[in-house]
């Protein structure tokens, strides 16, 4: 695995860069985009962020600096580097995924997944990192980038919110969160931006959704579950959406909490959380990835013959954790 060294190297020769995020992306994702779009900027280099969707992202998402300038699509424009950043394997760059394959031998990869086993020419996988954005905020001190205000917005985002407001990570996110407000960074509003606010109509959707929630016993492993059918989030914000996996993480006397979000009539994107079983193992098991806490994956067919695939994963998994 590539240093930071290495990848500042990389950056500073570049006169043009494209910075890309996962498809589906969150607060650390499209906080990385932006923050490293800036510091490049800041260098004089050329420049611009990418999502490999059609669709916009959360709107709340749109309340970090730089984020409307993201572009979403599947064509990838040329450069003489790629970043894809926060992105656990290729596949997560969505539909940038082919292009960015053909152009592989130009790929840098900065990422905290723990699955990931790089998929660029130069892949920096820094596991004990709370965040992407952790890794952006050293990357930029070997730069020699000012952390001005609306970059720390940026970092604050993915740190935050990638930490569970601070609940887990090591002791230095603290340290760089104090840098980052020291800078100027509002962490009241960007809480109320990123994590708090919901409409009404949005609650009621998730009240739905919390109350057919189900406990399943799977070879002695407790499983709490949430299903959000394509007819509950049809018409809903992606953020409250994405919201109901913060129920189920720590659901008392269950070892796992689970999501399935429908993205369409037959399609799912699903969320796993559990406190003690390292359920990155079941998302790759899957065809996802994650990090041990906290991890995700697709599945395609009726919620019926998803669960089925995931009950055969977890059989015995219990045993194994």
Not at 263 to 281: F, G, H, I
């Amino acid at each position: 695995m590539g240093d930071l060294e290495q990848v500042a190297a990389w950056l500073k020769t570049a006169k043009k860069v494209v910075v890309v995020g996962h498809l589906r992306p969150d607060a650390d994702a499209i906080g990385s985009v932006t923050a490293l779009v800036a510091a490049l900027h800041q260098r004089g280099i050329e420049a611009e962020g990418m999502i490999g969707q059609e669709q916009r992202f959360a709107e709340n998402l749109y309340t970090i600096p730089g984020a409307q300038e993201v572009q979403r699509g599947d064509r990838l424009p040329p450069a003489d580097l790629y970043v894809a950043v926060d992105c656990g394997s290729l596949d997560r760059t969505g539909l940038l995924s082919g292009e960015i394959e053909r152009n592989v031998d130009k790929l840098i990869v900065l990422d905290h997944h723990a699955s990931n086993e790089g998929f660029g020419a130069l892949n920096h996988i820094a596991v004990e990192a709370e965040a992407t954005t952790v890794i952006l905020y050293d990357l930029f001190h070997l730069m020699g980038v000012e952390i001005d205000r609306p970059l720390a917005h940026c970092l604050y985002a993915g740190l935050v919110t990638d930490t569970g407001s601070f609940r887990w990570g090591g002791t230095r996110m603290h340290t760089i969160a104090a840098d980052l407000m020291s800078r100027g960074v509002d962490a009241r509003q960007v809480a109320a931006d990123l994590l708090d606010q919901v409409s009404a109509h949005d609650l009621k959707m998730v009240g739905r959704v919390l109350a057919g929630i189900d406990v399943l016993n799977i070879d002695g492993l407790s499983l709490a579950l949430l299903v959000a059918k394509h007819r509950d989030v049809v018409g809903h914000s992606a953020s409250a959406v994405e919201s109901l996996v913060d129920f189920v993480h720590s659901i008392q006397g269950c070892d796992l909490g689970v999501v399935f979000k429908a993205t369409s009539a037959n399609s799912w994107a699903v969320s796993l959380r559990s406190e003690t079983l390292d359920v990155s193992q079941i998302a790759v098991a899957l065809g996802g990835g994650g990090h041990r806490p906290s991890a995700g994956y697709t599945a395609v067919g009726s919620y019926q013959e998803a669960i089925d695939e995931l009950i055969e994963v977890l059989r015995g998994f219990g045993d194994r954790a």
